[in-house]
């Protein structure tokens, strides 16, 4: 008798920052749902097909939280992402409610409303870049256009964010837990502080908004303020990054950008589709037992629902490794779906027409300053992305 086949191992190895990983391709070819070893050595089922992942996204029957979160599988020591977070019992009740307070926040039309200011600051980013290549358009662009803008969103001094980037760093960190709870506990204090301010002397701001209304305590704004601080730039910042590079090896692509700003829009949802390339993603607990794909998940069991994958889908997406600026339609799911979509979705999206469109006219010879194997992804990062992003022009 043969022994069992051991279980593919998260994360994956792939050709080059930019590449779908050849074992997603193999585990998605075979069916939809798969057993796999996270990185911290636990058993997860992992979910690379669109369909099952779109359907599972908004499935009450699967959620962050685990009736015995200290026994529960885990995926890294990620102290937000790492394992189940929330209360089981009230984990429905208390997300309805967070997503309710912050609908008005990040609404279409306030949003919107910022476009101009996200606008004015890419062009100063862009002017401080432009003396002389090559440059790191990470730190140039990619990085403090999300910070400065949610720290305008949220109550923030700009002059803060330098804090706000050592402390996103360790939280987002796969593999020192004590150094990214100290972190938090760092993030959530200088927020509690300045709850505490905006409870005083209020202001235009996401912060006073949430004081004013909601009933919460200022440890729960805070709480709520730290979440959409490290949300709220650190994901934008990948994309932005991801976005450029995508463009860049497809210099064709690049130039059409430069030569049509009406495919911006294509453009934007094509680089949130083809940016994701597979990855452990966020943990789900089945809170009771669930069939996907023809198997049966046991409720506690950890399920990993991989977007990115599900975003080179070949039954959704014709030729999905084909980056295509007109393609369409474009179901990606990259903020989500149904009752977990992103509420931040809007913004990014602005954030990233203002990037790629305004990068695009400005720098029309913008090319990599190092060959694409070269980049480098953080493969110890929550979020991803790329170490830096080398360009000249």
Do not use: K
Not at 218 to 239: M, P
Request: neutral net charge; proline residues 8%.
């Amino acid at each position: 008798m043969s022994a069992p086949r051991p279980l593919p191992r998260l994360p994956f190895d792939r050709p080059h920052a930019l590449a779908v990983p050849p074992m997603v391709r193999a585990l998605q070819r075979e069916a939809a749902i798969a057993r796999v070893r996270t990185p911290a050595g636990d058993d997860a089922w992992y979910v690379t097909r669109h369909a099952e992942v779109r359907q599972l996204l908004g499935d009450g029957r699967l959620g962050r939280s685990h009736p015995e979160p200290e026994s529960a599988p885990r995926v890294s020591d990620s102290i937000w992402c790492g394992g189940p977070v929330d209360r089981y019992d009230t984990e429905a009740a208390d997300h309805a409610r967070t997503r309710a307070l912050l609908a008005p926040c990040f609404s279409a039309r306030r949003m919107e409303a910022l476009r101009p200011r996200v606008e004015m600051l890419v062009d100063e980013l862009l002017d401080a870049m432009a003396g002389a290549p090559p440059a790191d358009l990470h730190e140039a662009l990619s990085f403090p256009l999300p910070a400065l803008v949610i720290c305008e969103l949220i109550g923030v001094p700009a002059g803060d964010r330098e804090l706000f980037r050592g402390w996103s760093r360790d939280i987002a960190g796969l593999h020192d837990r004590a150094r990214a709870s100290a972190s938090l506990a760092d993030l959530n204090g200088y927020m509690e502080r300045l709850v505490a301010r905006r409870r005083a002397r209020p202001r235009d701001d996401v912060v006073s908004e949430l004081c004013a209304g909601g009933g919460l305590d200022d440890g729960e704004v805070a709480r709520l303020a730290a979440v959409l601080l490290f949300a709220g730039h650190e994901t934008t910042a990948v994309r932005i990054d991801l976005g450029v590079a995508l463009l860049l090896v497809h210099p064709e692509e690049w130039a059409a950008l430069g030569r049509a700003p009406a495919l911006l829009e294509s453009a934007v949802e094509e680089v949130l589709r083809a940016s994701g390339t597979g990855g452990a993603g966020v943990p789900r607990y089945a809170r009771c037992d669930v069939e996907i794909g023809g198997v049966t998940v046991r409720a506690g069991d950890a399920v990993l629902l991989d977007r990115g994958a599900a975003n080179h889908d070949e039954r959704v997406f014709a030729d999905p490794d084909r980056f295509d600026l007109t393609r369409r339609p474009n179901p990606h799911l990259a903020f989500g779906h149904g009752s977990r979509f992103c509420a931040g979705a809007p913004l990014a999206r602005i954030e990233l027409r203002a990037a790629l469109g305004r990068l695009a006219a400005r720098f029309p010879t913008l090319r990599l300053a190092v060959p694409p194997e070269r980049l480098r992804a953080r493969d110890d990062a929550l979020t991803g992305g790329l170490a830096e992003l080398p360009v000249t022009w």
